[in-house]
């Protein structure tokens, strides 16, 4: 019967966790302070590819013949879909997302939607990462902040039989 009992226990004491967006609202409903945000793991909404890339075209002759050449050179940036991050900084525009551990790189995501990640769209989408210009598709414009949220449920069944009262 113990067995059973702790069994019981055992399957109804779940824990699961699921991706849920940074808001204002969801750090106010729980008092995060900055100490704790900085101790928080985030993750991005949809993978982030950052692009980078420079040109370069030069034109003369050999033998009589114009000889055009060309030469470009791409550095991209792929973050996959809920690449882990921290929070390094906190300025009035939002945060500043570390998710590389061995660079200086950073990218902002301003409360928008939640914590949506920020790019100047006047420029085509320009982020400055590493102290480089980058680009990132318009389509990835909307990608979020998101936390794992654990929820922790314990329930004890307790069943008592009575066989009834006789005279």
């Known amino acids: 019967m113990k067995k059973i009992l702790y069994l019981l226990i055992a399957t109804l004491l779940t824990s699961c966790a699921q991706y849920v967006p940074l808001t204002e609202k969801l750090i106010k409903d729980y008092h995060l302070s900055s100490a704790a945000l900085a101790k928080l793991q985030v993750y ?13 075209s030069m034109g003369g002759l ?19 879909l809920h690449t882990p991050g921290l929070i ?3 300025i009035t525009e939002g945060f500043l997302i570390k998710f590389d551990k061995g660079s200086d790189g950073v990218l902002l995501f301003g409360p928008l939607n939640g914590y949506t990640i920020m790019a100047d769209w006047n420029r085509s989408g320009e982020i400055l990462y590493e102290g480089k210009k980058f680009y ?16 922790l449920k314990k329930v004890v069944n307790s069943v008592k039989t009575i066989k009834g009262n006789r005279l």
């Open 44 to 56: 991005n909404s949809s993978e982030i590819t950052l692009q980078n890339g420079t040109q370069s």
């Open 62 to 80: 050999k033998d009589g013949k114009l000889v055009l050449s060309s030469y470009t050179q791409l550095n991209d940036v792929v973050l996959p």
């Open 88 to 90: 390094s900084g906190t």
């Open 136 to 151: 990132l598709p318009q389509n990835q414009s909307d990608c979020r902040l998101l936390v794992k949220v654990k929820s």
